[in-house]
């Protein structure tokens, strides 16, 4: 039994021969994850009839398919006549580990079966994943309100699927990849600020320069998802510092860029984040002070909030003396 070259990945194993009056041992695959190979599955007839190759038994996690003139079939039951004496195995999507996939097939020659089966092994050896960016949609702000983005990446090698103790891969030294991934800023806004969050909702740190590493608020080790979060305030927030003179309400696009650094693998390209910003008139706060003695003096400190660029206009209502 051997595995053949497939997309330019080479799986080894160890010729077997099927023979009607002996057992057939366990012998191992060995294939890259998120590849396929074609393994190619050997018997022998001592009066040399032609023989037909039987899948007996499919594998619990991964997939077989019968390859006909090049157009794959799955095998999706058994016994299976395979139309040549190979089969394609498929580990699935991120599966890796020892032993991952099993099959069994066995040989006819016309006449009867061979005395035992064949058991092949499938050690799916573990390889870093680029991370996955979910795309940042456009984005639309309240002048008078400070927006979070969230960037949300899915890196693969956080999944515990992959045992990280099986001799066989500590042996031949390749435990499991660990994900260190970072999202990055690469370009601010040129009109509003960007602020880290911890909590996906609370301003926290400015964010002024490019190359700032943001702040995971979320990261799903049992689906790989890992959440980022920035807040974005608009140039009339007047929470995050406001501004000192009156501006036309006029609305806007701002952006910025982010990229995804991964340890082990190419720096993900830059993803913009468009954001559109809808100014409005925002009504000031009212305030409050009363005096704590009769015919005390006391000062009211302008207390209407400057939040939309016009100018407000404080009124002092004075009780009656009593």
């Known amino acids: 039994l051997f595995a053949a070259p497939h997309h330019g990945f080479f799986a080894a194993g160890t010729p077997v021969q099927t023979v009607s009056s002996a057992p057939l041992p366990y012998y191992p695959v060995t294939v890259l994850e998120d590849r396929n190979a074609t393994v190619a599955l050997v018997g022998t007839d001592?009066?040399?009839?032609?023989?037909?190759?039987?899948?007996?038994?499919?594998?619990?996690?991964?997939?077989?398919?019968?390859?006909?003139?090049?157009?794959?079939?799955?095998?999706?039951?058994?016994?299976?006549?395979?139309?040549?004496?190979?089969?394609?195995y498929w580990a699935g999507a991120h599966g890796c580990g020892m032993s991952y996939g099993e099959f069994k097939y066995t040989v006819h020659d016309g006449k009867e079966f061979a005395a035992k089966e064949a058991l092949v092994s499938v050690n799916v050896v573990p390889v870093p994943d680029y991370p996955e960016v979910a795309p940042v949609r456009v984005v639309e702000v309240d002048s008078a309100m400070a927006e979070p983005v969230h960037l949300v990446l899915t890196?693969?090698?956080?999944?515990?699927?992959?045992?990280?103790?099986?001799?066989?891969?500590?042996?031949?030294?390749?435990?499991?990849?660990t994900a260190v991934d970072q999202v990055v800023i690469s370009t601010l806004p040129e009109v509003g600020s960007l602020f880290q969050t911890e909590d996906g909702v609370t301003p926290g740190e400015a964010i002024d320069e490019?190359?700032?590493?943001?702040?995971?608020?979320?990261?799903?080790?049992?689906?790989?998802?890992?959440?980022?979060?920035?807040?974005?305030?608009?140039?009339?927030?007047?929470?995050?510092?406001?501004?000192?003179?009156?501006?036309?309400?006029v609305d806007y696009e701002d952006r910025f860029a982010f990229f995804v650094r991964d340890a082990l693998m190419p720096d993900?390209?830059?993803?913009?984040v468009a954001l559109f910003v809808t100014q409005r008139a925002v009504a000031p706060e009212e305030g409050d002070a009363t005096a704590p003695y009769p015919r005390a003096a006391f000062s009211l400190a302008g207390a209407a909030l400057h939040l939309d660029g016009e100018d407000d206009q404080v009124t002092i209502k004075v009780p009656p003396l009593q």
């Open 46 to 88: 001592p009066d040399h009839d032609e023989l037909s190759f039987l899948i007996t038994s499919l594998p619990e996690r991964g997939d077989l398919y019968d390859v006909v003139e090049g157009a794959e079939t799955l095998i999706h039951y058994v016994p299976w006549k395979l139309a040549s004496p190979s089969v394609k």
């Open 155 to 177: 890196d693969f090698d956080l999944l515990d699927i992959c045992p990280m103790d099986v001799p066989y891969f500590v042996a031949k030294g390749l435990a499991k990849p």
């Open 210 to 249: 490019i190359d700032t590493v943001v702040t995971f608020t979320d990261i799903d080790p049992a689906t790989g998802v890992m959440t980022a979060a920035v807040i974005y305030v608009p140039v009339t927030d007047v929470n995050q510092g406001g501004y000192a003179e009156s501006i036309e309400r």
């Open 268 to 272: 993900t390209p830059d993803m913009p």
